[in-house]
């Protein structure tokens, strides 16, 4: 089977440079950073057949006409599925509207009823419009290009900021493993972002992040999912 078999594909200009081999799947457009792997993870907790594709972080890629013709806004993660509604093809972007729409194709980890459903949206939501700008933030001054800035106040406006972040999920997780009830997309989206306290941002001491018991359970009981150490890893760097 080739892309020739799904015509409506050749709509797609980014196969030009990222063509596909098994078109009759979920086509990932990624990179393995927090916001890349909440979508892999997905893919592999959900068990939905893709194909990833990996989309470097410099220019040449994510400004590419190739692939801003998928996503205007030149960031990874985005999808094409070959069978969306009404088994025609539909490509997203924004790492949170994909997880909904990959739950709801599967059925999965959106919770049971419309209530849970609520509640797993509020944290996905918590996620994107919170942990994810301000950890990134974090990042900026503690270790990428802000770090050079002599003026202490924006570094610590963001460490306070986490740490509130944190005490938040701290509170959440009293009494239940997963932070709306039932592990779900909002889980996914959030615990990649934890993680990078320990991990690209080397700010696990700085954040007091071990003050935090719940939320270290948490994060190891997350790793320890076969799904998420696959997720972690697509696609693959060369």
Known sequence: MSQRDYPELTEYPIFDRWPA????????????????????????ELGLAYEPHLVSLADEDVKSEAFLSLNPN?????????????GKP???????????????????????????????????????GGIGPMFGQLGYF???GGKSIEDPR??????????????????????????????????????????TLSGFYEAEELTELNRFPNLVAYIDR?????????????????
């Open 21 to 44: 081999s098994s078109p009759d799947k979920i086509q990932l457009f990624s990179y393995p950073t927090p916001n890349g792997v909440k979508v892999s993870i997905a893919l592999e």
């Open 142 to 144: 503690h270790v990428y």
């Open 222 to 238: 997350f790793a320890q999912r076969p799904a998420v150490q696959r997720g972690w890893k697509i696609p693959a760097r060369d």
């Open 74 to 86: 030149n960031k990874i993660p985005a999808i094409i599925d070959p069978c969306g509604p009404e």
């Open 154 to 195: 924006p570094k610590n406006r963001y460490v306070q900021e986490v740490k509130r972040l944190l005490n938040v999920l701290e509170g959440q997780l009293d009494g239940q493993a997963w932070v709306a009830g039932e592990f779900s997309i909002a889980d996914i989206a959030i615990v990649p972002w934890l993680q």
């Open 90 to 128: 539909i490509s997203l972007f924004e790492s949170g509207a994909i997880l909904i729409y990959l739950a709801e194709k599967a059925g999965k980890l959106l919770g049971s009823n419309s209530v849970e459903k609520a509640k797993v949206i509020q944290w996905l939501m918590f996620q994107m």
